[in-house]
């Protein structure tokens, strides 16, 4: 049994012309009427929300999560497999990775054009869900999104296109496997046993703060006294300007986490550098990297840690 989970998103929307726009109006029974899943898959669909995803909050999201939970831990499911809005999906293709135990598959999709447009890449992909889902080698697996074919780990899954239907990619890993016709191949092993981290509420609040050309830390100060701890998005392979480096500090001695990212989409920090405001001063200061994690991803990773009390990147 396949539990279906529609969330919303543009898999689920359908043009307003008074509004001007695309606005939620399908739900479960009718996507499943245009989407014609697959012959002899056994499925139940809940219509848990339908809402764009950039709606979703980290209360709702936690929901969310607490909600794929207990289908998992009442039971009778082999899979599920959550719809969701493109905006923000890698965020919660990565709560579930790094919060749920890995055995019953959970598949993250959605669509990148309504079902009223020409093309609409929403039906292959819940179909292509619903197959992943289902299938034996699936399991074990944990969360993982499907789109445009491919399938990527959970906690590699990032947005890299604004509109284009592939817009998927996992940019530290690539794609563990591929769906086409039906037919689910992995091109990967599963991986060594991983422990979820799970806190019992995602209740803290972390900023991300890019740097700029001469940026002085202005950000840095302002965020401080409301957030409990920082990721920021340096340049290259970790460095910023000497400007920031007071500021940084200043959140470190006062015991709140910096994690360190590029903002390069791909390849991660490597603190080589030992001027002032170089990624090596900073690590010696006590800025953690935020390894093979996008920007996205390592918000979400810190704030897992800090709601569980564990250090960044426990158990990956």
């Known amino acids: 049994m396949i539990h279906l989970l529609f969330t919303g998103g543009t898999i689920s929307m359908r043009r307003d012309d008074s509004l001007g726009g695309n606005v939620p109006q399908h739900g479960a029974a009718d996507l499943l009427a245009l989407a014609a899943p ?3 898959l056994r499925y139940r669909s809940e219509d848990w929300a339908r809402s764009p995803a950039c709606h979703f909050d980290v209360a709702r999201l936690w929901a969310l999560r607490g909600r794929v939970a207990e289908l998992i831990a009442g039971g009778g499911v082999h899979g599920v497999v959550v719809t969701h809005g493109t905006d ?4 919660t293709a990565y709560l579930l990775a790094r919060t749920l135990a890995p055995t019953v598959p959970v598949v993250v999709t959605g669509a990148m054009l309504t079902p009223g447009q020409p093309g609409w890449d929403g039906a292959a992909n819940l179909r292509d869900a619903m197959v992943v889902a289902a299938d034996s080698a699936s399991a074990g697996r944990g969360a993982m999104v499907v789109f445009a074919g491919r399938i990527l780990d959970g906690r590699d899954a990032v947005k890299t296109h604004a509109t284009a239907p592939d817009a998927f990619e996992a940019p530290h890993a690539g794609p563990v496997g591929r769906v086409a016709n039906g037919v689910v191949r992995y091109d990967t092993p599963i991986g060594p046993p991983r422990r979820p981290v799970a806190p019992p509420v995602l209740d803290r609040r972390v900023a991300v ?5 001469g940026d002085d830390g202005a950000m840095l100060d302002a965020l401080r ?5 920082v990721v920021i998005a340096a340049f290259g392979s970790g460095n910023v300007p000497p400007g920031a480096v007071p500021a940084i500090r200043r959140w470190l001695d ?10 390069c989409l791909r390849g991660e920090v490597e603190p080589s550098y030992a001027f002032d405001g170089g990624g090596a001063q900073l690590v010696r200061l006590g800025a953690v990297p935020a390894g093979p994690r996008s920007l996205s991803h390592a918000r979400m990773e810190l704030m897992i840690a800090l709601s569980a009390g564990v250090p960044y990147g426990a158990g990956a």
């Open 254 to 263: 006062g015991g709140k986490p910096v994690v360190l990212a590029t903002r």
């Open 225 to 229: 006294r409301t957030h409990d701890g």
């Open 209 to 213: 703060v890019p740097m700029v050309v």
């Open 38 to 40: 697959p012959p002899g």
């Open 88 to 91: 923000i999906l890698e965020e």
